[in-house]
């Protein structure tokens, strides 16, 4: 059977995304969840999308430069706390499916602190657009779940060549792909992202891995 998540928690318009409250609700409804993952100045593995706070919280200060306790302040006083990817970890009881997406290219060192958190989680997987995150991880554990991310530009021929690397285990197409038949070929698992639709939804629920939203 195919395995839906929800995007960034997102199965509402209005939710916030990548928070506590989202993760849950998306649990509650059955759904595993999609969800970024930066770092903060202290090494702490937060769920959040983008690399600067200035679009979200209208503050100039990147993730990556900002101690957790910080962020915490900042987006609680927002009421869209960021949560830590441990706290996540917590609510999904090792039942829900999780989708975690590695946002930046990371050092070894961080990568190994990725792996300890979700040593005890049996549902999960992990994803990016950096191909370099992919291989650090395979060096660090072979048998890593580990997926590539592509852009919706990305040639079939490249897809195609990527899904060959022994560090990919499956992969995350834009939905563009989804009546794509060359990509039926490939002898790999195969997600898709983003359905806003329910009625592209419903079409290929029953036969595809679906990341979606706003429903």
Known sequence: MPTHYVHRGLFKKNFNENTLTS??????????????????????????????????????KK?????????????????????????LLEISKNKYPLLLEVKPLLKEKNLSNLIKLVKKIKNYKIISFKEKNLQRLYRLKKNLPLGLLFKSTASIKIIKLKSKKKYVKFLVLEKKY????????IKKEVYYYTIKNKKIYNKYKNKNNLVFENF
Request: charged share 40%; aromatic share 14%; hydrophobic share 30%.
């Open 23 to 60: 993760f849950k609700y998306s649990f509650k409804e059955k759904f595993g969840v999609e969800t970024d993952l930066h770092v903060s100045k202290d090494n702490q593995f937060v769920c959040f999308h983008d690399f600067n706070l200035k679009k979200k919280f209208k503050i100039n």
């Open 63 to 87: 993730i990556k430069d900002t101690y957790y306790l910080d962020l915490k302040k900042i987006s609680k006083r927002k009421k869209a706390e960021i949560p830590l990817l441990k706290s």
């Open 178 to 185: 989804l009546s794509e038949r060359k990509i039926k070929k």
